[in-house]
């Protein structure tokens, strides 16, 4: 069962990517093995941890929780997505730096994520909205405080740059 | 297929559960059947004194509904009790009830509500209410050839409804230590015409009380009674104790929860004028 390989056609980050994969390939293992987007980091591998949150259609999802077949015909962000065109940080990757929000690093990604679809849906998001946002990735780091402090910040610099 | 492998079939909607299951090598279907495409499954209509929700249908849009918040709105008030954001936009309900978590929210709403869970074969559609449905921990009535199709939930006429729901957990968006909703109905004297309520994570399904509930009825919910009911509740409970919380503590939860439900409950219904 697991040698037959199953066509994929998927958008990640702007770009049309076809693949053959076996069936019980996690999305997250694709994307870092075959497509070596390596930003989006696996943790717990059973959906607890949410290091590998990418954004599916938009939404923010665990890739480690979803076979890269069933991706097939939706749109996917990872991390390295986040990025400004001309490959710069966006501003809730500056805020990160800004407000020592990440040591390790090994949650950022998941936390970029989850801050990143908050703040496309919630232009002055409230600080129990950032930490409800937040609520589904772990950090042994930071104890949070500073994350919650960066997506703050991002979400006053965004404000600022809409004027 | 179903019919064709049975046990050897696990239907993944959401794979939230089923998933990490799958990771912790705690089941190994041979086979994986992928309903996630299937647009039929995806509803929430209003009709025949309830909604329907088809079981596909992802906790994320139920939670965002706002005429089903105003028509069955315990829905709403358990998903916040739902994982997180992450997981709320793959789970389903159905997902969800037929994993059959004895402490997860859905299924007690599921109870508390009466609800009736439609099951779909080649043999056939049948309808089970859900003190049926729900058999044992991680059990259900669904035979390895069936598929949960849709859910109905009642929508209770009376104006003066109100309902409520909360939990204690180690920390938000785990199951529940213990769970527990209440929905009460009330008339223009204030008096009780209609109650419910149930429990999560503290026997093998999750539990409603209605002879219990009935007590309720006829009386204008006083703090006093709503207490000794609440009391009474716990005294027929036998739940199990683990690392994260004692019989005896469980026992405690499901005392105050049941007690606090049911008077938020009823404080939701008064302001019902």
Redesign the interface.
């Known amino acids: 069962?697991t040698d037959i390989l199953y066509p994929i056609s998927i958008e990640v980050n702007g770009v049309m990517r076809e693949a053959h994969v076996p069936?019980r390939l996690s999305l997250v293992d694709w994307l870092r093995e075959e497509l070596r987007l390596t930003g989006t980091h696996v943790g717990c591998?059973?959906?607890?941890c949410?290091a590998c949150?990418i954004l599916?259609d938009g939404?923010?999802?665990?890739s480690?929780?979803?076979?890269a077949v069933?991706a097939s015909?939706h749109r996917v962000m990872t991390v390295e997505g986040l990025a400004k065109a001309d490959g710069s940080p966006s501003a809730l990757q500056d805020s990160f730096c800004e407000a020592h929000a990440l040591q390790c690093g090994y949650c950022t990604p998941g936390m970029l994520i989850?801050a990143q679809?908050l703040l496309n849906t919630t232009s002055h998001p409230t600080d129990v909205q950032i930490r409800?946002?937040i609520?589904?990735n772990l950090c042994r780091c930071t104890g949070y405080q500073q994350i919650v402090d960066a997506v703050r910040d991002a979400a006053r610099r965004l404000a600022e740059e809409a004027k | 297929m179903l019919r064709r492998e049975g046990d050897a079939v696990k239907i993944i909607a959401?794979?939230?559960s089923l998933?990490?299951m799958m990771?912790?090598r705690l089941v190994r279907p041979?086979w994986?059947l992928?309903v996630?495409?299937i647009d039929a499954l995806k509803f929430i209509e209003a009709g025949g004194g309830g909604v329907r929700i088809g079981a596909c249908t992802r906790q994320?849009v139920i939670e965002r509904d706002h005429g089903l918040a105003a028509r069955v709105p315990m829905l709403r008030q358990a998903l916040a009790w739902v994982?997180?954001?992450?997981?709320r936009?793959?789970g389903t309900i159905g997902g969800s009830l037929a994993h059959a978590d004895p402490a997860a929210e859905l299924p007690l709403v599921a109870r508390v509500l009466d609800a009736t869970l439609t099951l779909r074969s080649t043999r056939g559609t049948r309808s089970v209410d859900a003190d049926e449905f729900f058999t044992g921990p991680m059990t259900t009535a669904i035979a390895p050839d069936e598929c949960l199709h849709e859910i109905h939930w009642p929508v209770w006429p009376e104006q003066r409804t109100g309902s409520a729901f909360t939990e204690i957990s180690v920390r938000?968006?785990d199951f529940a230590l213990v769970a527990a909703g209440a929905q009460v109905a009330l008339d223009d004297a204030g008096r009780c015409v209609r109650a419910t309520f149930g429990l999560g994570g503290v026997g093998q399904t999750p539990l409603a009380f209605p002879g219990l509930a009935a007590r309720l009825v006829g009386t204008p919910l006083e703090d006093a009674l709503v207490q000794e009911v609440a009391s009474a509740v716990a005294a027929e409970l036998e739940p199990g104790g683990d690392l994260h919380a004692t019989a005896a503590y469980r026992k405690h939860l499901a005392a105050v929860l049941a007690s606090r439900v049911i008077r938020a409950a009823r404080d939701q219904a008064r302001s019902r004028a």
């Open positions: 069962m069936a591998e059973h959906g607890i949410g949150s599916f939404e923010p999802i665990r480690c929780l979803l076979y069933q015909g989850a679809s409800d946002a609520g589904g | 959401g794979g939230q998933v990490p990771a912790m041979a994986l992928d996630n495409e994320a994982g997180h954001v992450q997981t936009n793959r938000h968006g």
